[in-house]
């Protein structure tokens, strides 16, 4: 439901009165709700929700008298004249109600010719964009294939020269550790220890 406030409410009340029959305006009416007040009168409803009330009634009633074929002035509401019991004009009637059964079934096929059209053309723009973006997507997986191997042989390289540096550092420190040794025997032969 949209709930809404101020002249927008009546603007919008006003566009779906407008609608072309009275299920359509009775739907646009229930989904159309005034914006409820902390400034409620004392009786419970404001301005708006009364109109709001009124226009459904007079839009159900309408519906009422489009379904049961009852109109105020004799006449239905799509154009077409109710029966009348005189043998005389019932072959005229026949023709205008076959008459409006091809028209309205012209505009049906109209509409699905128009709704074939558009799913014709929604679902070749969906097959478009489903192929660029499966072309994106091989891209893409493409891409991480070439990173990978470029990062399987940065990992070798880099395990290769660690291995090489690690070797090269424990034979540096092994040398450090046996000449340290060997100073402190030189040291502690060449210096002996004082006598008191």
Sequence with gaps: MEVVNG???????FSYSLQPNASEKALASRLLVPN?????????????????????????????????????????????????KNKDDSTED?????????????????????????LKHNSLMASRIIKEDNKVLGDSIRAADVNTDKLRVESDRLAVHAHKSCSWWIWIMLALVCATFVWMVLFIKLNPKPRL
């Design 94 to 118: 026949y023709e205008v109600i076959l008459k409006h059964h091809e028209d309205m079934q012209g505009k049906i096929a109209e509409e699905m010719l128009s709704m074939a059209h558009t």
């Design 7 to 13: 002249s927008y409410y009546f603007y919008q009340l």
């Design 36 to 84: 409820h007040s902390s400034k409620a009168p004392v009786d419970g409803l404001t301005a708006a929700e009364e109109l709001h009330l009124q226009k459904t009634s007079q839009y159900n009633q309408q519906m009422r008298n489009e379904l049961f074929g009852s109109s105020p002035k004799g006449s239905s509401s799509n154009g077409m004249r109710q029966r009348s």
